[in-house]
């Protein structure tokens, strides 16, 4: 269910090259963005695997929220994230899959 | 024309998605890659259309290099930049036609 809790979330068209790289230069944020591609289900903020306070997690969320990577909303008082990748991937064709599948290199 | 004035370049093997994407973070440096992506042939440093100083720009291809995107190499006494791209391309698949691609973007 979404609510007028969803944050704003940027129409990718409007979205620079700049403001992508970024989001994906930080290590943390391509955690957040790698655990998202691989999961089967949305993540909520609490649910990721990244060694940082909840502050700076809610920081991360928001860079990439606003980069156009992921998509944020409510499900009760939970806040899901799940990766925009159908309209991101037309956007900027290959990154997302670049970046991911480099974040896999020994 | 290759002599030891030619500087170090890294074994792609060894350079971490980290070091490409601080060096294509930087829209210089993403300009310096797309214009040697786009050129038919190698380009001197003077060469580029870029408005940063001379010493900027040194920075910016030893930032290049160390990230294995360029090779520089000595002709006399110019000194030429190339992609690395079917060695970078080996080593991060897709992620250098992603970046130059969306480069284009209006």
Known sequence: METDRTPDHPDLRGVTLQKVLEALVDPVRRRIVGQLSDAADDISCGGFDISV????????????????????????TARLNTLRRAEFDEAFPGLLDAVVGAGLRP
């Open 53 to 76: 306070s909840k502050s700076t997690a809610t920081h991360h969320f928001r860079v990439l929220r606003e980069a156009g990577l992921i998509r944020q909303y409510y499900v009760g």
